[in-house]
């Protein structure tokens, strides 16, 4: 029988998972914030990921087209001002993409997502599904990974600022940003969760929710590995070097 | 067999979709804006529409969450903070409660929506999953009804007016700001329906959107004149007065 976590047990559980399942701990990070990748390596991250990042506000909006409240709604529309910015050339899409441009991906090509690998496409959209048709309780314990996030950001900026020389400060301004943002959207979540997962069933659907998202992030961190590490065997039709030249 | 229409010849027919089949011709609008009504069957038609006013941001972020560009959905997005507000106490959603608080009915009951006709949930969530699940184009196309606004707001507002000595000008402070927001709302999704619509059957789907939507509103007339004006019969669990006072 399943029993009532207090609302700070349910924190720790939750942090718990992030502690054994956040993709801080997946290799390929581990090689690309101890500058151990190639170019070539760091270009195919940059690439699979824009997509994660193109995909933020779309989830947002799925998550704000369920809340109710105009005063919830209010809150979470800030995360979809933060990625989509207030104007043209500003926002957080836009900084990713400053970090592609910086590694000489051509934004079209970037945009059209056409060199994505299949499995990054899958694990975002099974994120966006997910916010769709979960409940709204499970829909914002799913962003909790927010939690984790300002550790592994700034062990990725100081150690691909170390690491590699073809990556500079501007570059990596998404994540200066992101490092204020961040906490903002968790502290907001948790407390959601905390003040709404009132039962035993309730409390295992959060942490089952960031147990997903924690698999949403490993299994993209899986494919980039699979595809451009080890064994280094990209599938039909994604992004291998150059191709991002040809029409 | 279709013919592709002009842009010109495309915003013809669906402004004579308006002419035909925008609410202001309902006989409850006439009654409305005449000074017809008494007041219960003003604060029913103020209560029903409240729903309709508390949909429209879930509407638009579920119009939103189908935008893949972000210069796109920032533009969208503004209808979401002309009703949600930029903070606690404004917005339009506030604004119509401004309304039913100048007609003595309870917030808390407003908001429950305990007293809604059947039909107005029906038609307003009729609304919402038509814009989830058919295209971004006819999604844009449906909120075309804002072309015939204008008019019907001037018309209610100098009406309700001079019609009722139980309203006054803050209390439709809601459709002073649609004046100004309407028209820009609309003239944008107009041009992106004379972009897009590009083939005959594009083209006949963005009328039917249209069409679509002028009877989302006319049935909640339709509803609101048979429960309370002819034959005056409101279905069984729906507002009548006095029942906004009860636990």
Redesign the interface.
């Known amino acids: 029988m399943m029993e009532l976590l207090s609302p700070q047990a349910l924190e720790a559980a939750l942090r718990d998972v992030g502690a054994r399942r956040y993709h801080n701990l997946h290799p390929f990070h581990r090689l690309l914030h101890g500058g151990r990748l190639t170019r070539d390596q760091v270009r195919a991250w940059a690439l699979n990921r824009y997509y994660y990042q193109?995909m933020i506000?779309?989830?947002d909006?799925?998550i704000?087209?369920?809340?109710?409240d105009?005063?919830l709604?209010?809150i979470w529309?800030q995360r979809?001002?933060d990625?989509?910015?207030?104007?043209?050339g500003d926002?957080g899409?836009?900084r990713w993409l400053k970090l592609t441009d910086g590694l000489d991906l051509p934004r079209d090509y970037v945009v059209s997502t056409r060199g994505l690998l299949p499995a990054t496409r899958f694990a975002v959209e099974a994120y966006v599904h997910f916010v769709?048709d979960r409940s709204l309780l499970e829909a914002i314990a799913s962003s909790l990974t927010e939690l984790f996030s300002p550790k592994i950001i700034s062990e990725r900026v100081s150690g691909m600022l170390a690491g590699y020389d073809f990556i500079g400060r501007d570059t990596l301004a998404y994540f200066d940003k992101r490092l204020s943002q961040a906490p903002r959207d968790a502290d907001f979540a948790l407390d959601y969760v905390r003040q709404h997962a009132v039962t035993p069933e309730l409390q295992q659907a959060v942490i089952a929710a960031l147990t997903f998202k924690c698999d949403v992030l490993w299994s993209q961190l899986d494919a980039l590995h699979h595809a451009y590490v080890s064994p280094g065997l990209p599938p039909p039709g994604a992004w291998t070097p150059g191709a991002e030249q040809q029409a």
Do not use: L, N, Q, T
């Open positions: 193109a506000p779309i989830k909006a799925a704000m087209a369920r809340m109710h105009p005063a709604r209010r529309r979809i001002v990625h989509d910015g207030v104007e043209e926002g899409i836009e769709r």
